[in-house]
Antibody, heavy 124, light 107 residues
Framework: VQLVESGGGLVKPGGSLRLSCAASGFTFSSYTMNWVRQAPGKGLEWVSSISSDSGYIFYADSAKGRFTISRDNAENSLYLQMNSLRADDTAVYYC??????????????????WGQGTQVTVSS | DIQMTQSPSSLSASVRHRVTITCRASQSISSHLNWYQQKPGKAPKLLIYAASSLQSGVPSRFSGSGSGTDFTLTISSLQPEDFATYYCQQTYSPPHSFGQGTRLEIE
């Protein structure tokens, strides 16, 4: 399993950026995918998830209305379109695979593989 | 939204000692609780899923317990490579929030 993020960089407040995550080593179209970010010196913040068929999409409140998650199963790629960027969006952005563990009583979700992250800096 | 609170925020301990980190959810999340380890400059690594199930390849000195709102991560005998930051995460309902992290340092 390999997840490789790209598309990060320096952008001015109010600007836009599109992150990509190239997946390999597994059947991408079968898994929920996630974006998680980490501001400098801070903890992890879950940003968004998208189900295998794009039928279920969820966002953190901080991302709603500004970020759009999408995927292309034919290209084994995950995306995060980020608009109206603010200084507090500065972070390392990770893509992570969601795995559903079947423990008979229920399905339990976890993020079992992560990319190395891409740095997004929002500054004038 | 469900809030996750870890304690302590930081912890000092010695090699071969036993440590416990706690995580509390603002409402019941059954056993939908995961633990991750993160070392500086690296991506997080999944340790425990479903509150108490050990991820493949993770040493057995790591264990998790709890259900409902209160959870613990225990490291039975600290090794040098265990000094890192640990995060809990709930996946009961989106947004799948993380705790603020517990930094484990060498004493």
């Amino acid at each position: 399993v390999q997840l490789v993020e790209s598309g990060g960089g320096l952008v001015k407040p109010g600007g836009s950026l599109r992150l990509s995550c190239a997946a390999s080593g597994f059947t991408f179209s079968s898994y929920t995918m996630n974006w998680v970010r980490q501001a400098p010196g801070k903890g992890l913040e879950w940003v968004s998830s998208i189900s295998s068929d794009s039928g279920y999409i969820f966002y953190a409140d901080s991302a709603k209305g500004r970020f759009t998650i999408s995927r292309d199963n034919a290209e084994n790629s995950l995306y995060l379109q980020m608009n109206s960027l603010r200084a507090d969006d500065t972070a390392v952005y990770y893509c992570a695979r969601g795995f559903d563990y079947d423990l008979l009583t229920d399905y339990y979700k976890a993020l079992d593989y992560w990319g190395q992250g891409t740095q997004v800096t929002v500054s004038s | 939204d469900i809030q996750m609170t870890q304690s302590p925020s930081s912890l000092s301990a010695s090699v071969r000692h036993r440590v416990t980190i706690t995580c509390r959810a603002s409402q019941s999340i059954s056993s939908h609780l995961n633990w991750y380890q993160q070392k500086p400059g690296k991506a997080p690594k999944l340790l425990i899923y479903a509150a108490s199930s050990l991820q493949s390849g993770v040493p057995s000195r790591f264990s998790g317990s709890g259900s409902g709102t209160d959870f613990t991560l225990t490291i039975s005998s600290l090794q040098p490579e265990d000094f890192a930051t640990y995060y809990c995460q709930q996946t009961y309902s989106p947004p799948h929030s993380f705790g603020q992290g517990t930094r484990l340092e060498i004493e």
